[in-house]
């Protein structure tokens, strides 16, 4: 590991303020960009609880920033990763699959070094500074602040010219959203901007090189909808599932809260196809319910009054062929932890739930039981529940 992403794992470390002995020790290093349902702060929990089995490669269905991929294979575990965003595929072809080198360093020096220019990306993403005034002459706010967005325009054509390889434009695409990502003027999703100008939209666009951080290569990455990427992951001895489950917040429209709607623009930066865009926001077209929802993010419910929703984490854990699989839960979702806990006691022979305490940075285990331990349903609380089929 060389110095710098030395330097910036102990940031990482000093930025998570991590106190907890258990949670230090098991702290592992990786990148991502600002994502709702994040793990980050799971991470160590996750990884103890999968270092407990004995197992050897792990299926991440729903890898959204890649973190627990990465973090698994920074132990050495055999990575399989998977997302329906196109994004997602792209970090983890970075992280899982690319090469640091000193040919790619100059390749990301000689992108920052690139002058600024008008081109798509500024006319539809990019903003004056205004007096701190995000707002513009045709009334929308904007992601960039102009001297952002025309570096954008300068390099995202630049990096199709100069990878050598798939993975290598993998590599620097990343490189190139992690930097974005630093200096947007969004609370983290793209469905609405700050009206304020942020003051890290202010900063100059800096890519740095990713922190490729990985044991091994034998990790394989898939663009799929869950369910076809179960038949092609026999091997895995244990699939982590992270699934959208809505938001239980009534007053958010659902179509808000939609994955492929959030973060509409790394795709558009993946495949730099300029599409038809709509809304105050300048969306992709094609990001809207009817083409780019998931079944899981789907909020009504069927005639009996269940989510519909859960009948496809019923057909998950049916589907998924692995012995163990370790789902997430957080308290934010519109579906119960009863209810996931209901389906999931049909369909294996053990189960462990642990509840995890973001504020108090502890774990709780609750044994190889049916037997549910009665809690509250407090906020901050993320469920992991173990399943052995
Ligand atoms: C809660 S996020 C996962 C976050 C991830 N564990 C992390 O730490 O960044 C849910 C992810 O599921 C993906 N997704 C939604 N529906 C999907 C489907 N049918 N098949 C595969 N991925 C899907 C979304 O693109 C999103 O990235």
């Not at 160590?44 to 792990?58: A, E, N, R």
């Not at 007096?131 to 602040?145: E, H, V, Y």
């Not at 091994?216 to 990455?221: A, D, I, M």
Request: contains cysteine; hydrophobic residues 35%; positive net charge.
């Amino acid at each position: 590991m060389n110095l710098s992403h030395q330097k910036n794992i102990d940031k990482q470390v000093r930025n998570l303020k991590i106190k907890n002995d258990f949670v230090r020790s098991h702290f592992v290093p990786t990148e991502g960009i600002k994502y709702s349902g994040s793990k980050l702060k799971l991470l160590p929990y996750i990884l103890s609880i999968i270092k407990s089995l004995q197992v050897k490669t792990v299926f991440d269905g729903f890898s959204g920033t890649t973190r627990v991929s990465q973090a698994l294979a920074h132990c050495g575990y055999n990575v399989i990763s998977n997302d329906l965003a196109i994004w997602s595929k792209i970090f983890a072809e970075c992280y899982l699959k690319g090469q640091v080198s000193k040919q790619l360093e100059e390749k990301i020096r000689y992108l920052n070094s690139l002058p600024g220019k008008t081109g798509w990306f500024t006319e539809h993403y990019g903003g004056k500074a205004n007096k701190g005034l995000a707002i513009q002459s045709d009334g929308k706010k904007r992601i960039w602040q102009v001297h952002n967005s025309k570096k954008l325009d300068a390099i995202r054509p630049k990096i199709d010219k100069i990878s050598e390889n798939n993975i290598e434009h993998s590599v620097l695409l990343t490189s190139l959203i992690l930097a974005l990502d630093k200096v947007d003027n969004t609370l983290g999703h793209y469905v609405s901007y700050l009206k304020f100008w942020s003051p890290r939209s202010f900063n100059k666009l800096k890519l740095t090189v990713p922190l490729i951080n990985r044991k091994h290569n034998r990790h394989r990455v898939l663009n799929k909808d869950i369910f076809d990427a179960l038949k092609l992951v026999k091997k895995a001895d244990l699939s982590y599932f992270d699934p959208p489950y809505g938001s239980n917040n009534e007053k958010m429209p659902p179509s808000r809260v939609r994955y492929a709607s959030y973060y509409h623009i790394w795709k558009t930066i993946c495949l730099n196809d300029q599409p038809e865009l709509t809304g105050a926001t300048n969306r992709r077209k094609d990001c809207n319910d009817r083409e780019a929802g998931s079944v899981f993010e789907e909020f009504r419910k069927n005639k009996t009054g269940q989510f519909i929703s859960l009948r496809y984490l019923d057909k998950l854990i049916k589907d998924c062929p692995s012995p163990y699989i370790l789902l997430s839960y957080s308290n934010g979702g519109r579906v119960t932890k009863k209810e996931i806990r209901n389906i999931i006691e049909k369909r294996c022979k053990k189960l462990k739930i642990f509840s995890i305490d973001y504020k108090k940075n502890v774990m709780a285990g609750m044994r190889w039981t049916r037997d549910w331990i009665k809690e509250k349903e407090e906020k901050n609380i993320e469920f992991l529940f173990l399943v052995e089929k």
